[in-house]
């Protein structure tokens, strides 16, 4: 079945440092990708999606490219925030019949000041 | 006002209790989803539904029961609870994918439920 596999935390960054979170896939087909954000104590919240190869997702200064040819969807940011502490989950949308979401198992990110 | 609202938003219980979880929304979505959040494992589906007629299991849907009662809302319920049920639960909902659109879901704020 379909999978998602993502980088292991937690990761720990200085504000404004470069952040790069992997998300890889495996599925048929093109599935929709997606980047939700758990901020301590709340529900996900989506912070981006694409739903074809070479797609662009951006939102806040997070970006992420939806990469057919290496089934990738990396999440970056150029300068990160204390404020983007949080977990992040890569998932895909299941092309069968519950449309279900797939997740990563989510990576920690600290930012200190 | 939330979109999607989950109440309570914390329960402890006892084993053998039976609880019930609800969930609101009012995007006047049809289809609604419940997962279980555990650390280190992201988000697994227990039941979904597509209309107020269709309920289906998910991959986990073992010790578990779902109702719809109406196209805004759909419960969770734990027939008699144990221990590994302990997690943190969320209700989402979707609209269809379809026409280019990606078919998010937009997820409660959760429910941390504790069965001792």
């Known amino acids: 079945g379909d999978s998602v596999t993502q980088m292991e935390g937690p990761v720990t960054l200085s504000e404004e440092a470069f952040l790069t979170i992997n998300c890889t896939y495996t599925?048929?087909?093109?599935?929709?990708l997606f980047w939700y954000v758990q901020y301590p104590g709340e529900g996900l919240q989506l912070l981006l999606k694409a739903t074809k190869a070479d797609d662009k997702g951006s939102n806040k200064g997070f970006e992420a490219t939806y990469r057919k040819e290496t089934t990738s969807f990396h999440l970056e940011k150029g300068s990160v925030q204390v404020s983007d502490s949080a977990v992040y989950f890569c998932?895909?949308?299941?092309?069968?019949?519950?449309?279900?979401?797939?997740f990563g198992k989510g990576t920690k990110l600290t930012v200190n000041p | 006002d939330a979109d999607v609202t989950q109440t309570p938003r914390n329960r402890i219980t006892k084993t053998g209790k039976r609880i019930m979880l609800e969930c609101s929304q009012t995007?006047?979505?049809?289809?609604m989803y419940w997962y279980r959040q555990d650390p280190g494992l992201g988000l697994r589906l227990i039941y979904y539904s597509f209309d107020v007629k269709d309920i289906n299991k998910g991959e986990i849907s073992d010790g578990y029961s779902v109702s719809r009662q109406a196209q805004a809302k759909f419960s969770l319920s734990l027939e008699s609870a144990i221990p590994n049920q302990t997690a943190l639960y969320f209700c989402?909902?979707?609209?269809?994918?379809?026409?280019?659109?990606?078919?998010?879901?937009?997820f409660g704020p959760g429910t941390r439920l504790t069965v001792l």
């Open positions: 998932a895909l949308r299941d092309q069968g019949g519950s449309e279900k979401l797939v």
């Open positions: 995007k006047g979505h049809d289809r």
């Open positions: 989402a909902t979707s609209i269809p994918g379809l026409a280019g659109g990606a078919g998010e879901q937009f």
């Open positions: 599925a048929t087909g093109y599935p929709s």
